[in-house]
């Protein structure tokens, strides 16, 4: 059964200090891994897909990179507007559906 | 990505009625669309898979005579909560997927309450 743990729960950060979200997992044959991000009251908003060990991508102040076993989404100078809830995803080899983690709740304070 | 819509936003209803949520896909023809409950504080966990023009795929522990999942076009699936009770009060997402993309892109979300 796969599995993705996401640490640390909730995180709060001073508006330009830099953090790092962990998203480990377990998977038989990682098809791909997925962030999103979830706003209160929203539906998820896709950030990254990355598909093999050593990936890294790429968006504003974010940054997302993968190894076998887990993912980190590197949030740089973050700014109040960053706050949000973060979600990870995996999906298996030869299937589509998604298992989610329970996210990462950031909270940028200005 | 893909610009998913789901109607209602919100819904109020009483233990016994049924809710229908539809969940439609502006630009993108969508082959697959997923279906997601999520309960306060908690993450997303799957309900059901569909494919348009065939059955809903279920996962275990969702009732699928309580479920009712209609995928008929390319753009619209639709989601009715049949006698619904107020354990079934919870956020309810749609994505859809397929095609090329490995990517779900998700809708706006229904708030269903059942009194």
């Known amino acids: 059964e796969d599995q993705v743990t996401q640490s640390p729960e909730a995180l709060r950060l001073q508006e330009g200090e830099s953090s790092s979200l962990n998203c480990s997992y377990t998977v038989s044959g990682l098809r791909g891994l997925f962030w999103y991000r979830q706003d209160p009251g929203k539906g998820p908003e896709f950030l990254f897909t990355?598909?093999?060990a050593g990936e890294e991508k790429e968006k504003e102040r974010l940054k997302a990179t993968l190894t076998k076993k887990e993912s980190f989404l590197h949030i740089t100078a973050p700014k109040p507007e960053d706050s949000a809830t973060y979600l990870c995803a995996v999906a298996q080899d030869g299937n589509n559906r998604l298992a989610f983690g329970k996210g990462n709740q950031v909270v940028v304070i200005p | 990505g893909a610009v998913v819509s789901q109607h209602p936003s919100r819904v109020i209803c009483k233990s016994g009625t049924s809710v229908k949520i539809e969940c439609r896909s502006l630009d993108f023809q969508a082959t697959t669309m997923f279906w997601y409950r999520q309960f306060p504080k908690q993450s997303l966990m799957l309900m059901a898979t569909?494919?348009?023009?065939?059955?809903?795929?279920?996962e275990q522990g969702v009732e699928k005579d309580k479920f009712l999942i209609n995928h008929a076009s390319l753009t619209l699936s639709t989601l009715t909560v049949t006698s619904a009770h107020p354990e079934d009060s919870s956020f309810y997402i749609c994505?859809?997927?397929?095609?090329?993309?490995?990517?779900?892109?998700f809708g706006p979300g229904t708030r269903l309450t059942v009194l």
């Open positions: 569909s494919n348009e023009g065939s059955k809903a795929t279920y």
């Open positions: 994505s859809v997927g397929g095609g090329n993309t490995d990517t779900q892109y």
């Open positions: 990355l598909y093999s």
